[in-house]
Structures are given as C-alpha cells and as structure tokens.
C-alpha cells in the first residue's frame, strides 16, 4: 500500500482567450492511492489519484486518474504485461473556456528474452481521447510495435 496526500500551491499567469490577462494562486489538495500485490511471477498494481498539473493550453488542471496493470512471468523468457489508465481532466481555473477531456489507454505487451539483459518486445497500443464541449470532439491511435530493449541488473548490497 502507498499512500500520498497533501497540499499544493500553484501560481499562474495566462492571457484568456479574450486577450485579458489573469494572474492568481490556487491551493488544492493532491491524493494518491497505490495497491500492489507481486507473487513469485505474478505482479498487480491498482492506483487511484487526483493531481493538480499545469496542461499544454498553459492552464492549471485538475487530473483524476486510475490505473491497472498485471505482469506474469510465463517461463524465464516470456513475459506478458497488460494496462489501462483512464483520466479526466478539468481545468481548475473556472475562468477558462478550455473544455475538460477524458482519456483511455491500455497496452499489452509481450516480452522474450533473448539473452539476461537483452529483450525483444511485441505489442498493441491504444489511446482514445475525448473533448466535452459544445462539439465532443473524439480521437484515437492505435499502435503496433515490435522492439529491442535492454534491462540493467541492479546492484548487489
């Protein structure tokens, strides 16, 4: 179990889309939950959190978020690995015509070992985003890719 709380100030200075400028500070409170669970080839984490981030549009935002993934060791040399994170994101300013998004993203991912430290990787990707505004606009990627990875040991004590 993690467990993350407190409190954060932001300051932000941004033009609205009228041309007016806004300067101000916001006190907002940030928690994070993070439940792991790992047995000799098996691995789960579940998290669950609410962040306060500056975006891309140079607005503060507000990101509530939960994330699953699972991880099972087949054999010494095959891996799989499964995910999913779902986020809203809202701007924390009132003020701001920004409209809020909803994001979904889940990968799977197989893993063989080629040598200890030297990987190939296969896998599929999807993302789909969502804007609730006047228009709801909805994208989304998929992806599929195929790769070389290489995992350093960690240290002995």
Excluded: C
């Excluded at 300051?11 to 009228?18: C, G």
């Excluded at 962040?51 to 503060?60: A, K, L, V």
């Excluded at 507000?62 to 999913?84: C, I, M, T, W």
């Excluded at 030297?118 to 790769?147: C, P, Q, W």
Aim: net charge positive; hydrophobic share 35%; proline share 3%.
């Amino acid at each position: 179990l993690d467990l993350s709380a407190g409190l954060e100030r932001d300051n932000f200075s941004y033009m609205t889309f009228a041309g007016q400028p806004v300067d101000g500070s916001d006190n907002s409170y940030m928690l994070s939950v993070l439940l792991s669970r790992r047995s000799q080839t098996t691995t789960w984490n579940i998290g669950i959190g609410q962040y306060i981030d500056p975006n891309s549009n140079g607005f503060i935002s507000s990101r509530d978020e939960l994330r699953a993934n699972v991880r099972h060791q087949f054999s010494r040399r095959l891996a799989l690995q499964f995910g999913v994170r779902a986020s809203d994101i809202s701007p924390a300013n009132a003020d701001t015509n920004v409209p809020d998004r909803k994001y979904i993203r889940s990968s799977l991912l197989f893993q063989w070992a080629i040598k200890r430290r030297l990987l190939l990787e296969t896998g599929f990707d999807t993302r789909t985003e969502k804007r609730i505004s006047v228009t709801n606009a909805e994208a989304s990627s998929n992806m599929i890719f195929v790769g070389v990875a290489y995992r350093g040991l960690s240290r002995q004590r």
